[in-house]
């Protein structure tokens, strides 16, 4: 009969061991290091390159632009107008890239190719991205991989630029855009 005490005792003994350790405390990190997550709780905006405001990064950040996301904010719009038509508030805006000059970046039969889901995740890419930042997304209508990556910023005839490597349809090219308002980047 004296077993079972002993097994009680130990039993109380631990218990009271493990009650008497300081528990774990759950807090904000500190300010110079935010956790992740710490943007949506704290600040709903995204700030881009041009020092606009974005509600959302659309993957950017994280390095891969969420192709089903920006589709649903392009949706039918065609070519150069989405910069300044989609959607009537910024929740519903997207950086893009304008011009027509982008064919020569990714080869004739890629660029007859390239829609506006990537020209926006191109534009998006190029706002809120940092140098040597990695973005990658797949045209889900086309199956070509992008990969883009911000080389640096310049200054061009009074615009805020970015050089910039793009590799479509396994062929790598260097080019620039400039940011030229309202989230539009024209190619250079």
Not at 86 to 93: L, S
Request: charge should be positive; glycine fraction near 14%.
């Amino acid at each position: 009969m004296m077993y079972p005490t002993c097994h009680r005792l130990a039993a109380i003994i631990g218990l009271s061991a493990a009650l008497a350790l300081p528990a774990p405390v759950m807090a904000d990190p500190p300010g110079h290091a935010p956790a992740h997550g710490w943007r949506k709780k704290h600040d709903p905006n995204y700030v881009g390159y041009t020092g606009r405001k974005w509600a959302r990064d659309y993957g950017i950040l994280d390095g891969h632009c969420s192709t089903e996301a920006v589709g649903a904010v392009v949706g039918g719009v065609i070519g150069g107008a989405i910069g300044s038509t989609v959607g009537q508030g910024d929740g519903r805006r997207i950086a893009v890239v304008l011009g027509t000059v982008i064919g020569s970046i990714v080869g004739a039969g890629a660029a007859r190719d390239l829609g506006d889901l990537d020209r926006a995740c191109l534009g998006h890419a190029l706002e809120l991205s940092g140098d040597r930042h990695r973005v990658s997304w797949r045209n889900p209508d086309t199956g070509i991989d992008y990969l883009l990556s911000p080389v640096r910023s310049v200054k061009r005839d009074g615009l805020v630029c970015r050089e910039f490597d793009l590799t479509a349809a396994g062929k790598k090219h260097r080019r620039l855009a400039c940011a030229e308002g309202n989230g539009r980047w024209q190619m250079r």
